[in-house]
Structure formats: structure tokens, C-alpha cells
């Protein structure tokens, strides 16, 4: 737009108006598509909780596991997983009377 308006009186208005701090305000797709953002991030780090935790307490953990718990987005599904993870023994207990 700046460009458009080339070298004009116009274009300096322009210019101050873009220069005035609008993140006060965000539409609800912006706010929408943020915390399906934050979800996902969320989501990605009890994930990496989960395989962390197993790591340290040296239970090996296959790559069909591995995808299952990095694939999964459920904040819930996550957190009962990597309090299992805690006294698990092996994955198997960490997944638990669920299907795949």
C-alpha cells in the first residue's frame, strides 16, 4: 500500500497510521488459529515429557510407541500417560487397558 501511494501526503499518513500499536486488538480467527497453536505446542511437550521420563528410567521404547506418543494431541490421553510413566515398567503399562 505504502508503495502504491508512492512519495503523496497520503503515503506519510499512511505510514503513521500503520506505525500505531495495534496488538491490542486480534480477530477471532487470529485468536483461534493462536491457541490451536498453543494446543499443539502443549500437546508436543507432554510428549516429550513422556519419552523423556521413560528414557531416564531406562525403559526402551520402540518407534511404534514412539510415533503413538508423539502423534497423539489429547492433553488428558497425555497427562494419564506420563503419570503411568512414572511406575511404568515397560510402555505396555504406560498405554495400559487402551487400544491403539
Do not use: N, Y
Not at 512519495?7 to 500503520?18: D, F, G, Q, S
Not at 500437546?43 to 521413560?54: H, I, N, P, S, T
Not at 531406562?58 to 510413566?85: H, S, Y
Amino acid at each position: 500500500m505504502e508503495q502504491g501511494l508512492g512519495k503523496t501526503p497520503a503515503a506519510e499518513i499512511w505510514r503513521h497510521l500503520m506505525a500505531v500499536d495495534l496488538s491490542f486488538f486480534q480477530s477471532q480467527t487470529a485468536q483461534q488459529l493462536r491457541a490451536e497453536g498453543e494446543a499443539r505446542g502443549e500437546a508436543k511437550g507432554q510428549a516429550k515429557a513422556v519419552l523423556v521420563l521413560l528414557g531416564h528410567r531406562g525403559i526402551e521404547v520402540g518407534e511404534e510407541d514412539r510415533e503413538r506418543i508423539i502423534g497423539c494431541g489429547d492433553p488428558d490421553v497425555l497427562d494419564l500417560w506420563l503419570t503411568r510413566a512414572i511406575t511404568a515398567t515397560s510402555t505396555a503399562e504406560v498405554f495400559d487397558g487402551e487400544a491403539d
